[in-house]
Each structure stands twice: as structure tokens, then as C-alpha cells.
């Protein structure tokens, strides 16, 4: 059964802006057109965080193409990346410049990325500026949250988040280049095992508020690509057992996209709980050997589905995810025996040449190759 969700309008609005989302039959036209999704969570290997990639002193498109290039290589059409509200206060339109460098070396690539705004997602406390060095041996050390601590409790400064987000969304509204915009990246996640004890107690609240207001951003400079924020936790049985993050992120997503660390059967099960809106199915992130969740367990289930699918981690390097989640709490001296994410390599030799060749196998297929 079809089951839509009502969007609405905020009542502090004084003149209300058009956030309809796309039809099921719009989204439906566009993903046709897409061919299937494949691709990574691409950091390059030279950054630790999202200001490391993109900020001027460090931001190197040769490294970025030649890591394309080893996508394309793959057959990897797509990659998810993620953006900054910081960059975009420190220098909106030295950000916008190196952000379409990227996109012309993605086109070169046949690759065409799904932009991140907003991440909720380890340190709460960003900085621009140098960042600091990986701890050993540790999962996403240097990872930072847009926005931070500082911005999300200070509702002054939403005027700052909304210029970032209707500023950069308006820039590239009409740039084909780009596949779709991610809003938020797990809003409410509360970093229980790493920075928990410094996050705000109404964390939830203070991100629901905000993440209303940053859909309708997006909404607002009117983007020719679609809108999403994906589900991540909790049961998605039918829409009375949503939680009211997710049910906003539903609401507001003209394409439906979800995370999923688990097994074939597990994964299998959130696809066919999601296929009850009837729109365009994108699984954000995914793979997490030691948990189950592998190429060879998720791919030939996504290809059935026709769901577009992103791993976590392409190149191994700074952000060190090829050690699992618990290296906040377990101490690590040496790689682990099974790398956690990542596909390749820093030379970008496969880390399993089994998994590289179904990834090119299936892609190949899905081609009609």
C-alpha cells in the first residue's frame, strides 16, 4: 500500500515558501534516467575531516582525480560527499570555486555526487584552520559535526546556517553535474561512545528544529535535483512507528534513502519496509565486514531492488576507518584483521580483489554488458 506523508509549512514563516516535495511519479522519471547507483562515502585520503578536504590550503584536485579515476575504474558512477557550514562562513565563494573544480573532475570521471549540508556525527566542536593528526589506531578521529555545538544551540546564529544552505543549494540549483542534496547526515545521533558526554541533553530537540528549517532552505532556492534526508535508526514499520526525526526526514525527502550496518536478511527487511512510499530507494551507507554487512551480502540484494548503494569508506587513509566503531573504547596497536570499511587501498590496490571484481561484475551487468 501507498503511503504519503502531508508536508507543511512552519508557523513562523510570514510568507510561506513552496515546500512540496516531488511526486512519487517525478521521483520515479528522474531515478529512471540515473541508471544504478554505485559508489562510495568518498573522503579523499589526504583529509581527516570535511575541512581538511575542502579548505584552500589543503584542497588538492590532483589526489581527488586520481582517486576518481580509480572509481571510474571500478564503474563507480556516484560517490556521497560531504560539505561544511563553516567553509561557507569562511569564504563562500573561494568554497563555491573549489567545490565546481570537484565537480568538473567528477564529470571527467562519470562520477556524479550526492552533496551532504548538515552531519551530526562525532566532534561537536569543529574549528576552521589546520586539523589536527589522526590518533592511532582510531575510527574517524578527526570527523567533524556541521554545525557544531556552538551553532546548533545558538538559534542566532540560524540566519548564518540558512545564507550557507540557500547560498550554496541557488549556486548549483541547475548544475547536472550533481546527483542530489543530503540535508542531514543522522541528525539525532548522540555519539553515545565518543563525544556523548559533550553533546547537549536535548540534542534531538535542538536538531529537530533546525532540520525543518534546513529542508525548507533547500526547498526554497528550488533545486533541480531531488531532496532527501536518510533514516537511519528505529522501526520503520509503517509511519505511526516513526520517531518524529524520521518522520520529518520521510516528509520532507523527495527520494527515500536509509544506512544499514547488518546482515543480507536485515537488509533485505529495511528495503521492503521502505518500498511502502512507492519512491526512488538510495542506501547511503553501508559495509562493516565484522558485522555481516559486506559487497557480497548487500549488492546482488540492492540489484534485485534496483537500490542505489554508497559503502562507507573508498581509500584508506586519514580518517582511519578500516578500524571499527569500538577503537573509542578498545585499544587498537596494529591494523585490525579485518578491515571495518574501506575498499581500497592507499595506492589503491583492492583491499579483497574478490570484492572489487563482483562490484565490477554486477555493475557490468546492471549495464546490460
Known sequence: MLLLFSVHYTKSQTNPVNTEIWSVEKANEWYKKQGWLVGSNYTPAY??????????????????DKELGWAQ?????????????????????????????FLQIAEKRQIKPMFVLFDSCWDPAPKLGQQRNPRPFVHNSGWVQSPGTKALVDTTQHTRLRNYVTGLVKRFAND???????????PDNGNAASYGKTEPQNKTDLVLLLLEKAFLWVKQANPTQPVTSGVWIGNWESPETLRPVEKLQIAHSDIITFHNYDNAELFE???????????PILCTEYMARPNGSTFKSSLPIAKKYN????????????TQTIYPWDSWSKQYTAEPPLWFHDLLKADGKPYIQEEVDLIKKLILNAKGK
Open 73 to 101: 575504474n571500478l564503474g563507480m558512477n556516484t560517490m556521497r560527499v560531504y560539505l561544511h557550514d563553516l567553509l561557507h562562513q569562511q569564504d563562500s565563494l573561494g568554497f563555491y570555486k573549489r567545490i565546481d573544480a
Open 307 to 318: 537500490v542505489g548503494m554508497y559503502n562507507w569508506g573508498f581509500v584508506n587513509g586519514k
Open 269 to 279: 527487511k529495511c528495503i521492503k519496509l521502505l518500498t511502502q512510499y512507492g519512491r
Open 47 to 64: 583529509a581527516i575531516n570535511q575541512l581538511e578536504f575542502w579548505q584552500e590550503g589543503t584542497f588538492n584536485i590532483d589526489e581527488i
Open 176 to 186: 547536472s553535474r550533481i546527483l542530489a542534496w543530503d540535508v542531514w547526515n543522522e
